[in-house]
């Protein structure tokens, strides 16, 4: 779905993209914290990458167009730290919300910090003029028809 939603960002606009996917997570989490199944937090959870693979797809793009030339290797670099720095903290902490709280704390925990940033990231964010893109109908087809048979 990231190399999708990168192409989608393109037409609709990059930032308007990633504020869909951050308010879509944050919905999407309390939908886990609410699933009554295991197939229902499936369900969710499908859904829930789907949201976070619409922010994924364009943060980078938006890193980089908000940074003047001269700073973008520091910017960069501070966006790849705060994403290890959340790959090897979120399991962590994730365990001990878990061992303290349950396991349905582990989503919730997730609503302040997206309602949050989605209130920053829409004062701050310069929301640019979607741009006229030309989709490969096929190529999408394709790409997707090859991933997916990479999990049957």
């Given amino acids: 779905m990231v190399l999708f939603f990168g192409r989608f960002g393109d037409s609709i606009g990059h930032e308007r993209l990633y504020l869909m996917g951050l308010g879509g997570f944050a919905i999407t989490s309390i939908l886990c914290s609410t699933a009554s199944s295991l197939p229902a937090l499936e369900i969710f959870r499908g859904m ?84 006229q893109v030309k989709w490969d109908i096929s190529g999408t087809i394709l790409q997707f028809s090859c991933l997916c048979s990479l999990f049957t």
């Fill in 48 to 131: 829930q990458g789907i949201t976070a693979a619409m922010m994924l797809a364009v943060s980078l793009g938006i890193v980089k167009n908000s940074f003047p030339k001269h700073q973008l290797g520091k910017s960069l670099g501070i966006y790849s730290v705060a994403i290890a720095a959340g790959l090897a903290l979120g399991p962590a902490i994730g365990g001990i919300i878990e061992g303290a709280l349950g396991w349905r704390f582990i989503f919730l925990i997730n609503v302040p910090i997206a309602i949050i940033s989605f209130i920053i990231c829409y004062r701050v964010l310069v929301r640019n003029q979607p741009i």
